[in-house]
């Protein structure tokens, strides 16, 4: 059955990004130019061109088509979608915007190669789970699940990874546990949703994750996209914001290969840009 879309175009990249009428969660944000707008400045903040992107959990491909602008024809982006209807989006999207450097795979990430159930959301087509809950479903799909390490062995990819953008709805344990070599080896910035409800109602072990990432990488960064500032946090701290026995609490972390000082600069400028406005309009910003 064909599905019915409407398009959008994302601000001043002018590409054309085509979603689901009832996709308010994300393809509706889009189009209104309020999804993630922080996030999405900071993650391209990161890349230059030539750069190699892996992006887990594409959905229709906003961050993958913002990507492959900012790497541009000497860069790559992998894109994981494992949904069907977001993929052949995912897909329709790329080659409407003839984005060449784009490789799309049907599938998910996780710790190794393998056929697992997908859990849909029957209201959100950016939740679907690789884990049952509580969560309203709308159906079922088996999916192909890679080990990143053994899939970009056998795609003979050479290049340094640049950067990992993993939003896997509770599933980011396992995507880094297969990304273990590539991630030793590069140290590429990775951001990532950070979820403890969701890792334990998988059976998920989100200790080993993050002490698995501050030894790599010593730091890790909060981000918060309402003040739109980022800043490092303690595993005690996240432990307190974020407790495993409430399914809404998540955010948005990242690390980076070297803090240099353009991570300073951007620390420093978006708090002090903040305080400002928040002084001269009483309010912060989105």
């Keep these: 059955m064909k599905i019915k879309l409407v398009k959008t175009v994302i601000g001043k990249h002018k590409l054309v990004c085509n979603y689901l009428p009832e996709d308010r969660y994300i393809g509706q944000r889009i189009a209104l130019g309020k999804y993630e707008p922080y996030l999405s400045r900071l993650m391209l903040e990161q890349i230059k061109e030539g750069d190699v992107v892996i992006d887990v959990g594409a959905n229709i491909g906003y961050y993958s088509m913002l990507f492959s602008k900012k790497v541009g024809e000497k860069g790559k982006i992998y894109a994981f979608e494992p949904d069907k209807t977001n993929y052949e989006i995912l897909v329709k999207n790329i080659r409407e915007n003839k984005l060449k450097n784009v490789k799309v795979i049907k599938g998910a990430l996780g710790s190794k190669d393998s056929i697992k159930t997908m859990f849909k959301s029957a209201d959100n087509l950016g939740d679907h789970r690789l884990f049952s809950d509580k969560l ?67 059976g998920l072990n989100k200790t080993k994750m993050m002490a698995f990432l501050r030894k790599i990488y010593g ?68």
């Design 136 to 202: 309203a479903i709308s159906g079922y799909e088996k999916i192909k699940v890679y080990k990143l390490d053994s899939y970009l062995k056998r795609q003979k990819e050479n290049r340094k990874i640049d950067l990992i953008k993993i939003d896997t709805q509770g599933w980011e344990p396992e995507v880094m546990l297969g990304a273990k070599k590539t991630i030793e080896k590069f140290r590429p910035t990775i951001f990532f949703e950070y979820w403890p409800w969701a890792y334990k109602m998988a």
């Design 219 to 286: 730091q890790i960064n909060f981000i918060e996209e309402y003040i739109q500032v980022y800043f490092p946090i303690k595993t005690g701290k996240l432990d307190q914001q974020f407790a495993d026995n409430n399914e809404k609490l998540y955010g948005n972390l990242w690390v980076k290969g070297e803090i240099d000082w353009k991570y300073w600069r951007g620390s420093v400028k978006d708090f002090w840009l903040k305080k400002m406005m928040k002084r001269i309009l009483g309010k912060p910003q989105t």
